[in-house]
């Protein structure tokens, strides 16, 4: 089975990831794949501007977790949309240090629900968990995940308050 973990920067899929990779779980982190499709730099953003349907048609299926913030557009099995409210967010970004552009820019999209709109243009919403992680430890989120992996957690998709 192919888990797919995505969310708005600054979200947790790192953190939750290696928590989940702690427990014995196999973690892909796409970053190390999209080397070869990045197409530019995009140096005003600080970001790389990948060809995402050349990935996506060259991506091999694994049984795992598959973590970053295209994940949801690899056809994977289920999905974990991982979610905070936007003013946590920020402060996640700034103790981060990325620049005020691109918390802005980070912090709207959270609060437009975009990545969560994304994963439920390419999968039915019984294949989605969201994963509010403002007042969660990451611990926690990693044992809901797990949870939703076994069929214990029915899916959320839709509860977006
Ligand atoms: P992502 O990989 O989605 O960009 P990270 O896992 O790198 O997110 O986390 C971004 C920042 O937020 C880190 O400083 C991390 O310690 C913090 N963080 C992540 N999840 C939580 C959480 N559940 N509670 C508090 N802080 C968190
Ligand atoms: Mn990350």
């Known amino acids: 089975m192919m888990v797919g973990l995505t969310g708005t920067p600054g979200t947790g899929k790192s953190s939750v990831a290696a928590e989940l990779e702690r427990r014995g779980h196999r973690v892909v982190h796409l970053v190390d794949t999209v080397q070869p ?45 991982l979610r ?13 240090g990325y620049p ?23 999968h039915p919403a019984e294949h989605v968990l969201e994963v509010d992680t403002t007042d969660l430890s990451i611990e926690d989120c990693a044992g809901l995940v797990e949870r939703f992996i076994s ?5 959320s998709c839709g509860s977006i308050d």
């Not at 936007?86 to 981060?96: F, I, Q």
């Not at 980070?106 to 629900?113: K, S």
């Open 37 to 81: 499709y990045i197409l530019e730099e995009d140096r005003a953003r600080q970001t790389m501007v990948v060809d995402t349907d050349r990935w996506v048609a060259g991506f091999e299926p694994v049984d795992g977790i598959i973590e970053g913030h295209l994940a949801h557009l690899i056809p994977c099995d289920l999905v974990v949309v």
């Open 100 to 122: 005020g552009a691109k918390i802005a820019e980070n912090v709207e999209a959270e609060a437009l629900d975009l990545i969560l709109i994304e994963t439920l243009d390419e």
């Open 151 to 155: 069929g214990e957690l029915p899916p």
């Open 84 to 96: 905070c409210r936007p003013d946590v967010l920020r402060r996640r970004l700034e103790v981060r």
